[in-house]
């Protein structure tokens, strides 16, 4: 048995969900929605920054095109630590392409001209 | 003197949302004056994700936010002026500002919009106990600093205050190598978003200390150690309750400020909101002055600071084209039963367009609740929330044929189902 919040809106309903993923606690059927997502395949949009050669910044903001699988949260922002990217940069443009093979890119978020 | 129709002082995302808005209504003679070196404001340094929602129907984080607005202005050619620190407006609409280039440079403005955003409340403004060791940050400046400059204030981490900002530091330092130990919060319950709660403090396994403060905070010259204690209803330390926590940094999210400095030697009242006293067009007690974002009254979603810009421009085109008149009926809006505050406080309906909305905050968390908006003793509108919590501003909107022109008062209260 698993406990989780709701989060989908501000009511915040304490959700209960048993070993066969039935869930109690809903106030309406999105609650059960989430809580099996969240309890079968846990997912996170990654955002951060990677140090970045330009004339007017040393950071450029970044983030996960999707969401990622969440415990690689932690790997994925190890490989970003060690990227480094230089100006123009515009926002979409992809810093890391297919990150560990998961069709998730990692992508600019900001225009970063010279 | 340069002379201008429109001049909004700050360009954050409610200045350049307003800006945008009055282009469209057919004003041309605009001018935006920002502090900073570029077009944004605090969404900047917001690199996290959630924002836009409402506007875009999409999830964009605060740089992709504010770049789809600065990219509106230059398209449409609003000029604006970057690193251009506005010092005063006059009671007559005159507004200083100075940048290098220029020196001290006077508009004689026929309206003006403020939208400076709002500032955080510092370690001054909430008397912490204790030595007075660096390594104390807001969490304003300690995003600021990793997100813009690449550099993390700290590696062992407590942070005071559960608003939104500490919620997503908590999270951002982590993910940075640091080590947060625990969020303590005064109140029974969280300041910040469920959302930010679950993502950002469970995630990671970072307790979240609800009726605790910070009791003592120690260290010579940096800072070493931060004790934090249970508190009763009365607000009281409970004794045998203390926890301490070996750490080098303490970020404060105690709440944030609107900016209404350039208001304070105006006779402008200023409201419960913290912000300037305003009438249904965002218009403050001086005619041709407006005000929208932050500096009017802290928001939590952006998407809200562009619609209450919007309104502003609006109001800001009506004054311009003679058409704000201030004449026929007019109301005074008050917050009642656990209710904080309301804008706009003053209404005057015969300006109102077609609709008009109430913007408020409850003062605790409430469930199966009725908000009950009433003219006089008569209810003119009622609404059933399953939940309302005090970090979510609620909105009501309308119809400017619920009002009845009988009495002066309207109050906003919410009523608990029992
Ligand atoms: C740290 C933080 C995190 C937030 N996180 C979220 C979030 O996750 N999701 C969400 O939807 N909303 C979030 N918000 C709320 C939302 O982003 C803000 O409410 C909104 O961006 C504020 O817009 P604004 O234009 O009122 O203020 P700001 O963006 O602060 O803009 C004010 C501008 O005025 C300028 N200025 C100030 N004084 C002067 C002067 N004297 N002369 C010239 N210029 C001046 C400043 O430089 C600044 O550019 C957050 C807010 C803050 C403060
Ligand atoms: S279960 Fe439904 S009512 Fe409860 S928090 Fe989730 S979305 Fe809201």
């Known amino acids: 048995m698993k406990e989780l919040t709701c989060i989908i809106c501000p009511r915040g309903c304490h959700l209960v969900v048993d070993d066969e993923l039935n869930v109690s606690g809903n106030t309406c059927p999105r609650g059960a929605v989430y809580a099996k997502q969240e309890l079968t395949h846990p997912t996170r949009t990654l955002t951060t920054t990677v140090r970045i050669v330009s004339e007017k910044e040393v950071s450029l903001p970044v983030k996960s095109d999707k969401p990622l699988p969440k415990e690689k949260i932690f790997d994925a922002m190890a490989l970003i630590n060690k990227t480094s990217v230089k100006a123009p940069i515009k926002i979409g443009d992809v810093v890391i392409k297919n990150i560990f093979g998961l069709d998730v890119n990692i992508v600019a978020t900001k225009d970063v001209s010279r | ?418």
């Not at chain 2, 004003?27 to 875009?56: M, P, S, T, V």
């Not at chain 2, 400046?141 to 400059?149: D, E, G, I, R, S």
């Not at chain 2, 005074?332 to 905050?361: A, C, H, M, T």
């Open chain 2, 1 to 418: 003197m340069i002379k201008k129709r429109l001049v909004i002082i700050g360009g954050g995302s409610a200045g350049m949302a307003a800006a945008i808005k009055a282009y469209e209504l057919g004003e041309r003679d605009i001018l935006i004056i920002e502090k900073n070196a570029y077009l944004g404001g605090i969404l900047n340094q917001c690199i996290h994700n959630g924002f836009g929602l409402h506007e875009f129907k999409e999830e964009l984080t605060g740089p992709e936010f504010m770049t789809r607005f600065s990219k509106k202005v230059e398209e449409l050619g609003i000029p604006y002026r970057l690193n251009s620190n506005v010092l005063n407006i006059s009671n007559d609409k005159v507004v200083t500002y100075s940048n290098s280039q220029e020196g001290i440079v006077e508009v004689k403005a026929d309206a003006i919009i403020l939208s400076t955003g709002c500032y955080e409340r510092n370690a001054g403004a909430i008397q912490i106990p204790g030595d007075r060791p660096s390594g104390v940050y807001t969490a304003g400046q300690a995003q600021l600093f990793v997100n813009c400059y690449g550099y993390l204030v700290g590696k062992r981490v407590f942070i005071l205050g559960s608003g939104d900002i500490g919620l997503i530091m908590a999270r951002r330092m982590t993910l940075e190598g640091a080590k947060v130990l625990g969020v303590a919060e005064l109140m029974p319950y969280s300041a910040g978003l469920n959302r930010n709660i679950v993502q950002c403090l469970k995630d990671f396994n970072i307790p979240l200390y609800l009726s605790h403060t910070v009791k003592k905070v120690e260290g010579l010259s940096h800072l070493e150690k931060v004790t934090i204690a249970k508190v009763d209803e009365k607000m009281n330390f409970i004794e045998g309750t203390d926890i301490t926590f070996d750490v080098d940094t303490l970020l404060l999210s105690v709440g944030l400020l609107p900016n209404v400095d350039l208001f304070n030697k105006l006779p402008i009242r200023i409201s419960r909101t913290r912000g300037a006293v305003v009438n249904q067009a965002m218009e403050s007690d001086i005619r041709g002055i407006f005000a929208c974002g932050n500096v009017l009254h802290v928001h939590d979603l952006v998407d809200y600071v562009v619609e209450e810009a919007r309104e502003a421009a609006v109001g800001a085109v009506q004054y311009l084209n003679g058409e704000l008149k201030h004449e026929g009926h007019v109301y005074e809006v008050n917050p009642g039963n656990g209710i904080g505050y309301v804008v706009p406080q003053i209404v005057y309906i015969d300006d109102v367009k077609d609709k008009l909305s109430f913007k408020f905050r409850v003062r605790k968390p409430y469930k199966d609740v009725d908000i009950y908006i009433k003219e006089g003793d008569k209810v003119i509108k009622k609404i059933f929330k399953p939940a309302i919590i005090p970090s979510e501003m609620e909105i009501v909107k309308l119809d400017k044929s619920l009002f009845l022109k009988e009495a002066n008062e309207i109050s906003v209260y919410v009523e608990e189902r029992k």
